[in-house]
């Protein structure tokens, strides 16, 4: 279980922080310019947070616990850049198809930041139990 818990810290922690800055620098350039009509005026903090949350969950579930049954830093990243493609998919055509001027370039932007993102939190968590496992500082 401490195991899960690491690779759950890890990935929420470093998907969070590199998200972070790509929404910054992004803002202004991509969804401002893109979709800046459509942007509430300010930041709502429950909804921002409760995703991160279940989004760590998803890394680990669907990537990360995989890989380590598979005892594969790629397979961790595969899984993880397929879940991003996935759920950002999800999100960003289906404000395609409900919006009425939802741009395909956010799309375009949006799908491969979420496969490259998430890819990045699987892996590197996958790296972390990894070392933390081999070192024997846990047990599963």
Not at 37 to 63: E, K, M, Q, R, T
Not at 76 to 86: E, Y
Request: glycine share 6%.
């Amino acid at each position: 279980m401490k195991t899960y818990a690491i690779a759950y810290l890890a990935s929420g922690l470093i998907f969070f922080v590199i998200d972070a800055v790509w929404l910054h620098l992004a803002s202004e350039r991509l969804y401002r310019q893109h979709i800046g009509h459509l942007l509430a005026d300010s930041f709502n903090l429950v909804p921002a947070i409760l995703f991160y949350l279940i989004y760590a969950f998803g890394i680990v579930v669907f990537a990360v616990a995989p890989a380590l049954k598979a005892g594969s830093w790629s397979t961790a990243s595969l899984l993880g850049a397929c879940l991003g493609l996935v759920a950002y998919a999800t999100y960003d055509l289906t404000n395609q198809a409900t919006l009425r001027s939802w741009p395909v370039v956010v799309t375009l932007v949006d799908c491969a930041w979420g496969a490259f993102l998430t890819s990045i939190a699987a892996t590197f968590a996958y790296y972390v139990v990894s070392r933390v496992v081999s070192s024997g500082s846990i047990a599963s």
